[in-house]
């Protein structure tokens, strides 16, 4: 699962799920946490973390006392992130749409950042609607909500909830395929 052959045959076995056959690459990982500040950083969510490529990464950098939660909802992708050897990881084999509830069962109220790869067009848009809003609510005030995507066709809903002068995107070109990342600052 550590490799791209494995994660293109479980990924397209599930293609609406997954949105991609190639894990993001790492100039697509460093755009994405670029501006996630890890000194200050106690709860990090992940959604969609897949085979783990930026779960690896947010770990690198994560402070000794803070948490990384991950919202995986393919089986076997989860059962392969169960195996990361670190206290600081909490896998949950749930939808991101759960967030509230699960969080709550782990006693976290707020978190600091969200760092997202979900399908977001692949997903019905009620529920990916509920994602975004439940996931702002949850941010604590400064707190950051980093999503990428292929295509700009969110960028209207993603502006609608975070307000549209909280929200900077960029533009990664070395990445299959090319990717715009959204920066969503919760104030
Ligand atoms: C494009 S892959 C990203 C994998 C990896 N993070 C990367 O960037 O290479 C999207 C992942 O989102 C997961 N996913 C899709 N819908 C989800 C949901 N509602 N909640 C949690 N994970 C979801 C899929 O199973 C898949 O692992």
New binding site residues.
């Given amino acids: 699962m550590n490799n791209k052959r494995s ?1 293109f045959k ?2 397209i076995k ?1 293609i609406k ?4 056959l ?3 690459s790492r100039h ?2 460093k755009t ?1 946490l670029e501006d996630v500040d890890f000194n200050t950083a106690k709860v990090i969510v ?10 690896h990464q947010i770990l690198k950098k994560l402070n000794k006392n803070a948490v990384l939660i991950c ?4 089986l076997q ?1 989860y059962e392969h992130l169960k195996q990361i050897d670190d206290d600081r990881l909490v896998v949950l084999n ?5 967030i509230k509830t699960e969080l709550l069962k782990l006693n976290i109220t707020t978190i600091d950042y969200c760092v997202s ?3 977001l067009t ?2 019905p848009n009620v ?1 990916a609607k509920n ?1 975004l809003i439940n996931t702002k609510e949850i941010l604590k005030n400064g707190g950051g909500f980093h999503q ?1 995507q292929y295509t700009l066709s969110f960028f209207k809903k993603i502006k609608n909830i975070f307000d549209k002068e909280n929200v900077k995107i960029k533009f990664e070109a070395l990445n299959f395929p090319p990717a715009f990342v959204y920066k969503c600052k919760k104030i």
């Fill in positions: 994660f479980e990924a599930n799920t997954s949105g991609s190639v894990p993001s697509l990982i994405i992940e959604f969609g973390p897949g085979n783990g490529i930026i779960t919202f995986e909802v393919n992708f749930a939808s991101a749409e759960e790869s979900l399908p692949n997903i529920i994602i990428y």
